[in-house]
């Protein structure tokens, strides 16, 4: 199922914790979703987390998806709880004693 995508746009929060969770019934434990701007998406059947980066100018985005779902990886493999995997997997490496990115359980 990796790439699946919605039949439509989805817009709203809940248009897409919806979509997620007919994913989770099929058995996927946790599925990323990046919102541009609008920051990241964590869903697992119990729980949902919004991550929002802070404001920094970007010089690219190439790369930044993967180095997300690598951190998020990498992180939860380490037996990390899931808000902590997903908080700041990026750019953990450069600044490990600093969050840069905010999370909250929003499902």
Aim: proline share 5%; with cysteine.
């Amino acid at each position: 199922m990796p790439g699946k995508k919605a039949e439509r746009e989805l817009e709203t929060k809940s248009e897409i914790i919806g979509f997620c969770e007919k994913i989770h019934q099929k058995g996927i434990p946790y599925i990323l979703v990046s919102r541009g701007k609008k920051g990241l998406l964590l869903s697992s059947a119990k729980q949902k987390i919004k991550a929002i980066a802070p404001q920094v100018e970007v010089d690219s985005t190439v790369g930044a998806g993967d180095s997300v779902v690598g951190g998020f990886l990498l992180a939860h493999s380490q037996g990390k709880t899931l808000r902590i995997a997903f908080d700041y997997p990026a750019l953990r490496e450069r600044q490990p004693r600093k969050r840069l990115a905010r999370s909250f359980v929003i499902a």
